[in-house]
């Protein structure tokens, strides 16, 4: 079924979007500017159809939305979900049970609660391209003018912080994917495409496409924390205030245990490939520059540590954090490297434990 589905888009897939236009989020376009690639408009719900029961999936929206990463949103219970709440309920001084318990409902939902998901209707300029066939070898990835996504289906799932196949569990079997396509999805808010002063790789319009707002509240240090799988950020007062499931290391590449700092945020970052550096590179593979995209090793940013040649960063596949390994690096969803990015600076201190 993946594939039928992905088969439906391709047609649509293409070209390269043009620039966005400023404009208010979720109101029609009152000119002929180009229309806004990154604004999703709510549809009305059919009055003949009944309301979802998705309590686990409006959790782990209204996690995500507060800062608690559930990872990859699928409306099911399991290690991240559960993290995702204990690490909300110490934040607000609840029981740190990791049980979706009625008071952590309420202190999550608050008195008008936000739905699970909600209909929308995909953007063309959203639709368009360029997408691309992304190979396994890193050599050949170099030789690609950039590693976006796939195809409209993954930029879909990586706009909503979920995964293809969970859009495809959301949807009737007959749907189909294209401009101005009305899909059911998790009820991530549009954000509006940041505008950065130098900004010269479209650092805003990335933010944009990950639903990632640009303004975030600032980090005194960071914990990342080896037995429970997380980076947990907290501000000046030692208040926990996100946190993230993460993978990191492995027996060939242990995670860097010690007190270090962050050196830089690189942004939409070409990737730097030195065969010599991976224990399980290719005897044949040479070094080779690899170009921006989330399909990126690094995914779409690399914040890098005082400890040389490692960092933090996103992933080309979200749905295997904190159930692989790394090069002793600590790997991120993309949307919560994004936002992480957007927490720290030069100087943050970062604390890693086993």
Excluded at 7 to 19: E, I
Excluded at 286 to 315: C, F, Q, R
Aim: hydrophobic share 35%; with cysteine; glycine share 8%.
């Amino acid at each position: 079924m993946l594939s039928s589905l992905i088969a439906l888009c391709a047609t649509a897939c293409n070209s390269q979007p043009s620039a966005p236009a400023p404009q208010e989020r979720g109101q029609e376009q009152q000119s002929t500017a180009p229309a806004d690639p990154y604004a999703f408009a709510v549809q009305p719900e059919p009055a003949n159809q009944p309301q979802r029961a998705d309590s686990i999936l409006q959790a782990q929206v209204a996690l995500d939305r507060a800062g608690f990463s559930p990872g990859v949103i699928d409306g099911k219970e399991g290690m991240s979900f559960t993290d995702a709440l204990r690490g909300f309920q110490q934040a607000r001084g609840l029981p740190e049970s990791g049980k979706y318990d009625e008071a952590t409902a309420k202190a999550l939902l608050g008195d008008n609660p936000q739905p699970a998901t909600w209909l929308v209707r995909i953007p063309e300029g959203f639709a368009k391209g360029p997408f691309f066939a992304i190979p396994k070898d890193l050599n050949d990835q170099a030789k690609l003018p950039a590693l976006g996504y796939r195809n409209l289906l993954e930029r879909l799932a990586e706009r909503f912080h979920t995964r293809p196949e969970a859009l495809l569990a959301l949807n009737p079997a007959n749907t189909k994917v294209g401009p101005g396509a009305i899909i059911r999805v998790p009820a991530i808010a549009n954000q509006p495409v940041a505008r950065i002063e130098g900004d010269d790789r479209g650092w805003g319009e990335t933010l944009a496409s990950l639903a990632v707002a640009a303004g975030q509240t600032q980090a005194d240090h960071i914990v990342v924390d080896k037995s429970e799988g997380l980076l947990k950020v907290y501000d000046d007062k030692d208040q926990l205030i996100a946190q993230f499931p993460a993978t990191m290391g492995s027996q060939h590449d242990p995670l860097p245990i010690g007190d270090w700092t962050i050196k830089g945020v690189s942004r939409n970052p070409d990737f730097h490939y030195n065969p010599d550096l991976f224990w399980d590179a290719d005897e044949s593979d040479k070094k080779a520059l690899l170009k921006p995209g989330p399909n990126g090793p690094v995914g779409v940013v690399w914040i890098d540590l005082s400890k040389p040649h490692y960092g933090i960063h996103g992933t080309p596949e979200p749905q295997n954090i904190g159930r692989t390994e790394s090069h002793g690096c600590i790997r991120l969803t993309n949307w919560d490297a994004a936002r992480l990015a957007q927490m720290v600076k030069v100087g943050t201190k970062a604390h890693f434990q086993p």
